[in-house]
């Protein structure tokens, strides 16, 4: 089967432009995440979708992030506008059970300068 | 928030070597993962512990569940060129909304042929 995918693979784009992420889950896994890490420091929880509902947004770190997920499968997160501590690896997971056999993506190295 | 403490931070060590690591939490999981990450891809998952106390083997890695519940370690036999990464705990409490990673910082693994 074919694993999480993630477009983006690196962004670079200037201080204040927005940026869209996306996010293709395995077929069929209901329970879509996103995570981030920021240089140096621990992979973050951000979000975390059940089909197309937000479950947990506790982690998003302001308004200038917005996650969707239409349709309930494919996932976006766009940064708008983007600042520089927004810099960093942002990574997606797909699970089929809530909590258990998570499988992240690549991720997408966004640099912001 | 819940925080982990992952040590040690970086290790390098000769191929053949025993390697070991550990992570600690002021709060309790009923859930410890590890993950590896490699250059340009995503965390994938290596072990999985569910019950305090339980020691799980995968090859040539070994993870026990402390039993607090509040840490594990991680032990990697006979070390060899490809085990080289980023090493990650993530302790998580599923059930009702739950169900988000929280992660340590990770132990960068390199080692000497």
């Known amino acids: 089967e074919a694993g999480v995918t993630q477009f983006p693979s690196h962004s670079v784009i200037e201080k204040g432009q927005t940026v869209t992420l996306r996010c293709d889950p395995i077929?069929?896994?209901?329970?879509l995440y996103w995570y981030r890490r920021v240089m140096g420091k621990e992979i973050k929880f951000l979000l975390h979708f059940v089909k197309e509902s937000k479950q947990d947004e506790s982690g998003m770190p302001n308004n200038r992030f917005l996650a969707e997920r239409t349709g309930g499968t494919y996932s976006t997160l766009k940064v708008q506008p983007a600042e520089l501590e927004d810099s960093g690896v942002y990574f997606c997971a797909s699970s089929q059970r809530q909590g258990f056999g998570y499988t992240f993506g690549s991720g997408t190295r966004l640099t912001v300068v | 928030g819940q925080q982990l403490n992952q040590s040690p931070q970086s290790m390098f060590i000769q191929e053949g070597e025993d390697v070991s690591m550990n992570c600690t939490s002021s709060s309790i999981f009923n859930t410890w993962l590890w993950y590896k990450q490699e250059p340009g891809e995503g965390p994938v998952l290596l072990i999985a512990?569910?019950?305090?106390?339980e020691l799980t083997s995968n090859g040539r890695l070994t993870a026990q569940f402390g039993i607090t519940r509040k840490d594990s370690f991680l032990n990697i036999s006979a070390s060899i060129p490809s085990d080289v990464g980023i090493y990650f705990c993530a302790g998580m409490n599923y059930g009702g909304s739950q169900g988000n990673l929280i992660f340590g910082k990770g132990t960068k693994l390199s080692v000497k042929p």
């Open positions: 512990l569910y019950k305090a106390g």
């Open positions: 077929s069929g896994h209901d329970n």
